[in-house]
Every structure is written in C-alpha cells, then in structure tokens.
C-alpha cells in the first residue's frame, strides 16, 4: 500500500508535468515507494503506482524492470551502484569492484549477513567526468580512490 507520506512526495513529482501527464512522474514514484518498502519492489505495489499514476500497469512494470535503480528481491538497506561503463572501467572500475568485494566480503549482487550493504555493478550513470564513480541513494561519489571507498563503507557500517 501507499503510504500516505508517499503520496504526498509522489504529488510533488506529478505537479511538475503538465495535466493529463502524472505517468511521467513514474520513475519518482516508484523510486519513492522503493524505499519505503525494504528497497524493493513487488508486481503488487509496481501495480499500485501505475494505479495511482492512472496508466497501465503493464507501462509501470516496463520501466521497473529496465531500469537498474529498482530492485524486486528483498535488498540491502544500501544498495552500492558502481558504474564500470566505459570511463569509469578505464579508470579503475574494475578494482574499486574487486576492493568492495573483499571490504564487505559479498560478491557484487550479494547483500551482507546483516542486510546492510549490496554492491551491483551498473552502466554509465551519466557521471562519467567523475570516473570512477558510485551512487548511493541519490548521492553520487566521484572520483574514486580505495580509500575513499574505504571512508564510504565505513560510513555505512557506522550508519552515517
Ligand atoms: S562511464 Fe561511469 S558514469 Fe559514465
């Protein structure tokens, strides 16, 4: 079900686009209900989106299921995305993998014993004049060293 917060975060997204237009804020929304449920997304609430947003539900479940933001199997409370398209990889992608790997001891799509963390390797995230880069949530972090993906996950273990 959503909640009634989401909705009204959802309506946010719907009054930027034209009447008539509310599916375009599909990506949002989804992404909003996204969180408050596990970080994850089931047929049933992709459904309720598209419900809510008055379009097909078949429409909604399109874009769930190509984008890599959304996941549908129960997530990690952090869901590391690390880009290793082509800038990214030519700068070091593929190490940063291998280090985040060993630092949290899951392979990339794995989530921790203790549910808090899961890396997914992702392509380019539009970022690429700050390869190699990673996003958490909404927040992007460039230019990547291992100690600053150290710095990262050590945050996450702490809960910061
Ligand atoms: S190649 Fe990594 S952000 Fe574009």
């Known amino acids: ?18 009447e008539g237009r509310q599916s375009s804020a599909v990506m949002e929304a989804l992404k ?5 449920n596990g970080n994850s997304l089931t047929t ?9 947003l008055d379009m097909p539900g078949i429409a ?6 190509f984008y890599e933001n959304y996941n549908h199997s129960p997530m990690a409370k952090n869901v590391i995305r690390v880009c ?14 291998t280090h985040l790997e060993s630092k949290t001891g899951v392979k990339t799509g794995e989530v ?22 990673l996003q958490i949530d909404d927040k ?17 273990k702490e809960g910061k």
Not at 10 to 15: A, F, G, L, P
Not at 44 to 52: G, N, P, R
Not at 140 to 156: M, P, Q
């Open 1 to 18: 079900m959503i909640s009634n917060k989401a909705k009204k975060e959802i309506n946010s997204w719907v009054e930027k686009y034209p």
């Open 32 to 36: 909003i209900v996204q969180s408050e």
């Open 44 to 52: 049933e609430l992709i459904q309720e989106v598209a419900d809510y």
């Open 60 to 65: 909604a479940q399109e874009v769930a299921t």
């Open 84 to 97: 290793h398209n082509i800038s990214c990889m030519l700068n070091g992608s593929d190490e940063l993998i």
């Open 112 to 133: 921790t014993q203790d549910g808090n963390i899961c890396v997914k390797k992702v392509e380019c995230l539009g970022a690429c004049v700050g390869a190699p880069m």
């Open 140 to 156: 992007y972090y460039e230019h990547l060293t291992l100690e600053k993906v150290d710095a990262i996950i050590d945050g996450l």
